[in-house]
Nanobody, 125 residues
């Protein structure tokens, strides 16, 4: 069974950068669309970024455009989220996910059927 494991979260100050990684084990998701979601305390899980199976197309929620970059290395089965200019409102648990029935990027939470356990990102001074 394919599993996803996130890493790279932590406590940073406003304006700092972080890189999240999501490693795949138990199989390959190289032909699947993948994405990042986040969930802040008391809020619903929300879409952050998505990437096509081959990395050719990406899409972001407006609040992270020009600050976050999603990328993937299919040879290593790793998904990344580079986060720059972090803000307190970026504080959340970040989840990576795979949409195994889709090759093209998708914002739809219900399209994703494999999820990681999440990694905490806290932005605070």
């Amino acid at each position: 069974q394919v599993q996803l494991v996130e890493s790279g979260g932590g406590l940073v100050q406003p304006g700092d950068s972080l890189r999240l990684s999501c490693a795949t084990s138990g199989g390959t998701l190289s032909l699947s669309a993948m994405g990042w979601f986040r969930q802040a305390p008391g809020k619903e899980r929300e879409f952050v970024a998505t990437i096509r199976w081959n990395g050719a197309v990406v899409d972001y929620t407006d609040s992270v455009k020009d600050r976050f970059i999603i990328s993937r290395n299919n040879a290593k089965n790793i998904l990344y989220l580079n986060m720059d200019s972090l803000r307190p409102e970026d504080t959340a648990v970040y989840y990576c996910a795979a949409a195994t029935n889709k090759m093209y990027e998708t914002r739809g939470r219900n399209d994703y059927d494999v999820w990681g356990q999440g990694t905490q990102v806290t932005v605070s001074s």
